[in-house]
């Protein structure tokens, strides 16, 4: 073992943070937490973790769950492609793999939602095979130890970091290096103010020597953000029911329901609203009044940025069910048993 492994070592088992799925590093714990911890941090993830692992204590279950219970539990947690990914993969485990993750990095990289990192994390931590992880944290770590500058979103990046890792990598403990890496950029390499005075890799840091470590990782600028408006339709009947509309695939929270929606590039005004042709199909030619008219909730995901404004309809009389495979006819009260976007979640949850 070389001095910084050593060194890496010494600080996790002093300081790593007691995690539910260290305890019992199966790999149905590991691939669950390490799917629920992609985009999101560990306090808000853990809470998930657990009420998956008490609703689906085992591969098997999560299995013969069905999509719309599993996007149900997922939802708050957002990039609900996980949620799909992982059910799909769940059955690809059962159907392929007799029920077992393979103990093989190869076969793992197979499965539907496993990467490149999240094989690597099943392998090493479950089965100590010799395979090096690189997430966000593992990039800001070897980026300031070998003072980096080529940008870590770039394929150039990528393949270089991932070289690193692995001559980095303790081979006779690779699931305790890796977790020591990631855990040492979670919580003493951060991004910002890192305890560098206190840092037990110090001696070897480049970047620390260089004075650049505020300026490492390199990233290059993320493209352009588009910006999109969604008028709600919130159409409520006299005997309390409502549409719910399914969203379907090529655009994001596919699957999950939120209600008839009107998209436009830029915001439109209340008399344009009621004469839109989606409003009046909806609305069957009854007679309709427009009650009261949410904030304008604004949504933020990585590429786009949602503008959302919610416009309670009251219908003189009752809806009627719309024979299509997106629309459906719900009472009001219904809504708990729906899996539902985060923006969706916000504005029901403010009723």
């Given at each position: 073992?070389n001095?910084?492994?050593?060194?890496?070592a010494?600080?996790?088992?002093?300081?790593?943070?007691v995690l539910?799925w260290?305890?019992?590093?199966s790999?149905?714990?590991?691939?669950l937490?390490?799917?629920?911890?992609?985009?999101?941090?560990?306090?808000?993830?853990?809470?998930?973790?657990?009420?998956?692992i008490?609703?689906?204590?085992?591969?098997?279950?999560?299995?013969?769950?069905?999509?719309?219970?599993?996007?149900?539990?997922?939802?708050?947690?957002?990039?609900?492609?996980?949620a799909?990914?992982?059910?799909?993969?769940?059955?690809?485990?059962?159907?392929?793999?007799?029920?077992?993750?393979?103990?093989?990095?190869?076969?793992?990289?197979?499965l539907?939602g496993?990467?490149?990192?999240?094989?690597?994390?099943?392998?090493?931590?479950?089965?100590?095979?010799?395979?090096a992880?690189?997430?966000?944290?593992?990039?800001?770590?070897?980026?300031?130890?070998?003072?980096?500058?080529?940008?870590i979103?770039?394929?150039?990046?990528?393949?270089?970091?991932a070289?690193?890792?692995?001559?980095?990598l303790?081979?006779?403990?690779p699931?305790?290096?890796?977790?020591?890496l990631?855990?040492?950029?979670?919580?003493?390499?951060?991004?910002?103010?890192?305890?560098?005075?206190?840092?037990?890799?110090?001696?070897?840091?480049?970047?620390?020597a260089?004075?650049?470590?505020?300026q490492?990782?390199?990233k290059?600028?993320?493209?352009?953000?588009?910006?999109?408006?969604?008028?709600?339709?919130?159409?409520?009947?006299s005997?309390?029911?409502v549409?719910?509309?399914?969203?379907?695939?090529?655009?994001?929270?596919?699957?999950?329901?939120?209600?008839?929606?009107?998209?436009?590039d830029?915001?439109?005004?209340?008399?344009?609203?009621?004469?839109?042709?989606?409003?009046?199909?909806?609305?069957?030619e009854?007679?309709?009044?427009?009650?009261?008219?949410?904030?304008?909730?604004?949504?933020?995901?990585?590429h786009?940025?949602?503008i959302?404004?919610?416009?309670?309809i009251k219908?003189?009389?009752?809806?009627?069910?719309?024979?299509?495979?997106?629309i459906?006819?719900?009472?009001?009260?219904?809504?708990?048993?729906?899996?539902?976007p985060?923006?969706?979640?916000?504005?029901?949850?403010q009723?």
């Amino acid at each position: 073992m070389n001095e910084i492994q050593d060194q890496l070592a010494r600080w996790f088992e002093a300081h790593k943070r007691v995690l539910p799925w260290r305890s019992e590093p199966s790999p149905y714990h590991v691939w669950l937490s390490e799917i629920i911890l992609q985009q999101t941090r560990v306090n808000q993830g853990l809470d998930y973790y657990l009420r998956f692992i008490a609703r689906w204590p085992e591969l098997p279950d999560l299995a013969r769950a069905t999509e719309e219970e599993v996007l149900k539990m997922w939802q708050g947690l957002g990039y609900y492609s996980r949620a799909r990914n992982l059910h799909t993969c769940a059955r690809e485990v059962m159907e392929r793999h007799g029920g077992a993750f393979p103990a093989d990095y190869a076969q793992l990289r197979q499965l539907k939602g496993i990467g490149d990192y999240t094989a690597a994390a099943i392998a090493s931590i479950a089965f100590d095979l010799p395979h090096a992880v690189v997430d966000g944290n593992v990039y800001r770590v070897l980026s300031r130890l070998y003072d980096i500058d080529t940008p870590i979103n770039k394929q150039e990046g990528v393949k270089l970091f991932a070289t690193l890792a692995d001559e980095l990598l303790d081979r006779k403990h690779p699931g305790r290096h890796n977790q020591a890496l990631m855990e040492f950029g979670a919580l003493h390499c951060l991004p910002s103010n890192p305890d560098c005075p206190q840092c037990p890799i110090q001696a070897h840091c480049l970047a620390l020597a260089h004075h650049t470590v505020a300026q490492r990782p390199v990233k290059e600028k993320r493209l352009q953000v588009k910006t999109r408006h969604f008028h709600y339709l919130v159409l409520r009947s006299s005997d309390h029911h409502v549409y719910l509309h399914k969203r379907g695939p090529n655009d994001i929270w596919q699957n999950l329901y939120d209600f008839p929606c009107i998209e436009t590039d830029q915001p439109i005004e209340i008399e344009d609203l009621l004469s839109h042709p989606t409003l009046l199909a909806l609305t069957s030619e009854k007679k309709f009044s427009i009650g009261q008219i949410s904030h304008k909730y604004t949504h933020k995901l990585t590429h786009q940025t949602i503008i959302a404004q919610f416009f309670e309809i009251k219908i003189d009389g009752f809806l009627s069910p719309i024979q299509t495979k997106d629309i459906l006819l719900a009472p009001e009260n219904d809504f708990g048993g729906f899996p539902v976007p985060k923006l969706i979640e916000n504005y029901l949850n403010q009723q």
